[in-house]
């Protein structure tokens, strides 16, 4: 099993914090990343963070904000989002990036979460 499966979505109001997980296979990922979309928007990327080095990459709109992070244990990576506001309201995916033997690479996602923030 590939696709990686997320959870933590909610209803929050304005200024609180969630933690959103995203459960993966115990197989070695190149990527894993946090995307999100709002009705009526286009999909658009939240945050990624290295398989290898566990390099960060953020979004401009959720820096000082939004922590990526990962449990190479528990196989599972973290989107911790604080000081949350109304705009950040969308369906959270989690994108794995997978390469094989031959050299392709394959992103997978998954089914995504919801998360409301209330005014």
């Known amino acids: 099993q590939v696709q990686p499966v997320e959870s933590g979505g909610r209803l929050v109001q304005a200024g609180d914090s969630l933690r959103l997980s995203c459960a993966t296979s115990?197989?070695?990922?190149?990527?894993y990343g946090w995307f999100r979309q709002a009705p009526g928007q286009e999909r658009e990327f939240v945050a990624s963070?290295?398989?290898?080095?566990?390099?960060?990459r953020y979004a401009d709109f959720v820096k000082g904000r939004f922590t990526i992070s990962r449990d190479n244990a528990e196989n599972t990576v973290y989107l911790q989002m604080n000081s949350l506001k109304p705009e950040d309201t969308a369906v959270y995916y989690c994108?794995?990036?997978?390469?094989?033997?031959?050299?392709?690479?394959?992103?997978?996602w998954g089914q995504g979460t919801q998360v409301t923030v209330s005014s």
């Open positions: 115990g197989r070695t990922y190149i990527s």
């Open positions: 963070i290295r398989g290898g080095d566990g390099y960060t």
């Open positions: 994108n794995v990036a997978v390469i094989y033997s031959d050299g392709t690479v394959y992103h997978y």
